[in-house]
């Protein structure tokens, strides 16, 4: 499964989904796989480590999880052999034998690329995968530019999730105040103040050189220093005028202004970071709640009947969709009437038999096609010009809509013609 995907938002719940499905296997002993290869590990290197795994495998005890064990090896090792060299991420293995009930096991392979470089090599033998280097990926949708500078050193920098980057240091030739009077001290303030005025220069060029080309990715910029210097810098407009308006205000207080400074940089900046993302989250929703309480004429969808004819319609602006749900789509179909149609189910409801046909009510129904739900969202929505919002489920208004609209709603370009709605309204209060 890779983590590669048109959208970046269906690219993360696809990978979420993913985690959630390898995170619920449960082996009957230490019988499961994790093996992590950043890129530029040598294939060659891993092989050779899963020999030597292989040899001391035979030791085990128990003749069950020795056989399972060792049969997890090979197959891997199998696995590994089918790449020259990791991909530019790296990829991460798991496979094993999970339980199944009545003291029987099941073979399970997955082989993950993700979508943020790893950095470590790692083997594990457990009952469960490990899936803690995956699981700090799940919410890095945004990358936010990192300034921070005096009039001695300027460093830039990224921040992406929970990672952050140095991209740049640059030291300053700004020499320090003239402690002699008269004519010669007015004369090295200037050539001091213009120095100054050279090397914010420079800083904001490589501000241009760094994010301007990729300004539509950049959530933001943040700046942070100690003193006056970085309020001077932005207020006099040193920055790319576009890269300007990406300024989060007001601008931090931090002490150094080299890579310990952008993580202190960080650390004071994260309480704003969550509040400008959920307060997007909020704006939506409550434009939502808002159009649902002019009742028919207002431009939301809710409810499984509204959304289909909403998508019918092509009528949907933006679809809201909680990252919280796991759903399938089925086409069904009925042999005696030669009748189809499709129904959404929870994952968890997916291999229960079909029910009956809505024709003549025999039960001989077939699925004859799944497809997940949220990535049909995707297609279905994109396909008429619209665009999907994923909604956080660990916000107030996330929880809202997978709660009180069952993880979906819409936003429309015009009032549908006909409403069939098939429950109470939700409250919109």
Not at 70 to 89: T, Y
Not at 269 to 297: N, Y
Request: some cysteine.
């Amino acid at each position: 499964m890779s983590a590669a995907s048109t959208d970046p938002q269906l690219a993360r719940y696809a990978f979420r989904r993913k985690l959630d499905e390898i995170a619920a296997i449960r082996g009957r002993a230490t019988e499961l796989i994790s093996l992590y290869v950043p890129p530029g590990k040598l294939i060659s290197d891993v092989i050779a480590y899963l020999r030597n795994e292989y040899a001391q495998s035979s030791n085990i005890k128990s003749r069950t999880t020795r056989k399972n064990v060792m049969w997890a090896i090979d197959s891997l090792s199998n696995r590994v052999r089918q790449f020259k060299e990791p991909p530019p991420n790296g990829v991460a293995f798991f496979v094993g034998s999970k339980a199944v009930g009545a003291d029987k096991t099941e073979s399970v392979t997955f082989i993950v690329e993700p979508p943020e470089r790893l950095n470590t090599y790692l083997y594990r033998c457990d009952s469960s995968f490990y899936l803690e280097p995956l699981l700090e990926m799940i919410h890095e949708p945004e990358t936010w530019g990192l300034l921070v500078m005096d009039r001695a050193e300027a460093t830039w920098g990224q921040l992406r999730g929970k990672r952050i980057d140095v991209l740049r240091n640059r030291q300053s030739l700004v020499p320090s105040k003239h402690g002699r009077g008269g004519q010669s001290q007015h004369r090295f303030e200037r050539l001091i103040e213009h120095a100054a005025h050279e090397f914010f220069v420079k800083v904001g060029e490589t501000g241009t050189e760094l994010f301007l080309p990729r300004k539509d990715t950049i959530k933001g910029i943040l700046i942070g220093g100690p003193g006056a210097t970085k309020e001077y810098f932005y207020k006099e407009g040193y920055l790319h005028y576009e890269l300007q308006q990406k300024v989060v205000l007001p601008l931090f207080d931090v002490g150094y202004t080299d890579e310990y400074g952008l993580k202190e940089l960080v650390e004071k900046a994260t309480q704003t970071l969550q509040g400008i993302e959920l307060a997007e989250e909020k704006r939506v929703v409550q434009r939502l709640l808002s159009e649902i309480r002019k009742g028919e004429g207002g431009l939301a969808a809710y409810g499984p009947r509204d959304i289909e004819l909403a998508l019918d319609a092509g009528a949907v602006e933006t679809m809201l969709v909680s990252e919280g749900i796991r759903r399938k789509r089925r086409t069904l179909t009925c042999g005696p009437a030669g009748h189809s149609w499709t129904d959404v189910v929870d994952d968890e409801r997916a291999n229960a038999p079909p029910p009956a046909c809505p024709m003549c009510g025999s039960t001989t129904v077939s699925v004859t096609a799944e497809d997940d739900y949220v990535g049909d969202l995707f297609r279905r929505v994109e396909s008429t010009g619209g665009r999907v919002q994923m909604i956080s489920d660990e916000s107030e208004e996330g929880e809202l809509l997978l709660k009180g609209f069952g993880g979906v709603a819409a936003l429309l370009r015009y009032p549908l013609a006909r409403r069939e709605r098939t429950g109470a309204r939700p409250s919109a209060s």
